[in-house]
Nanobody
C-alpha cells in the first residue's frame, strides 16, 4: 500500500518561501513519477510540478522559475521548494505518486497541506 504524507505548509507573506516535503512509503520514489498538485479555493486541481524516474522535471506555467521539485533517494522523499510566493499560490497542495505499471500501477494522493500566501 502506497502512502504519501505531506508536511511544510503554512502561512507566509507574498514574496516569501516555503518548502513542502512528501514522505513516501510502500513505493520507491526514484522508480516512479512523483508530483505536486494544488487545488485553489473554488477551482480544479492542477499540476504544479513532476519529477520522472530519470530525474527530468516539468512545471506548470504559473510556477516555472519560482518553484523547484527535487527528490532525496536516500530518504525516499520528494520536496517542493516554493520561492517568490504570490497570493494566487494559495491552495491545498497534494503529493502524488504515479506508479509504474511494472510495479503494479495506480495513482496515489497524500492528504494535502494548506499553503496560504497573504498580500
Amino acid at each position: 500500500q502506497v502512502q504519501l504524507v505531506e508536511s511544510g505548509g503554512g502561512l507566509v507573506q507574498a514574496g516569501g518561501s516555503l518548502r513542502l516535503s512528501c514522505e513516501v512509503s510502500g513505493a520507491i520514489a526514484s522508480r516512479n513519477t512523483m508530483g505536486w498538485y494544488r487545488q485553489p479555493p473554488g477551482k480544479e486541481r492542477e499540476l504544479v510540478a513532476r519529477i520522472f524516474r530519470n530525474g527530468t522535471t516539468n512545471y506548470g506555467d504559473s510556477v516555472r522559475d519560482r518553484f523547484t521539485i527535487s527528490r532525496d533517494n536516500a530518504k525516499n522523499t520528494v520536496s517542493l521548494q516554493m520561492d517568490s510566493l504570490k497570493p494566487e499560490d494559495t491552495a491545498v497542495y497534494y503529493c502524488n505518486a504515479h506508479i509504474n505499471i511494472i510495479y503494479g500501477g495506480g495513482r496515489y494522493w497524500g492528504q494535502g497541506t494548506q499553503v496560504t500566501v497573504s498580500s
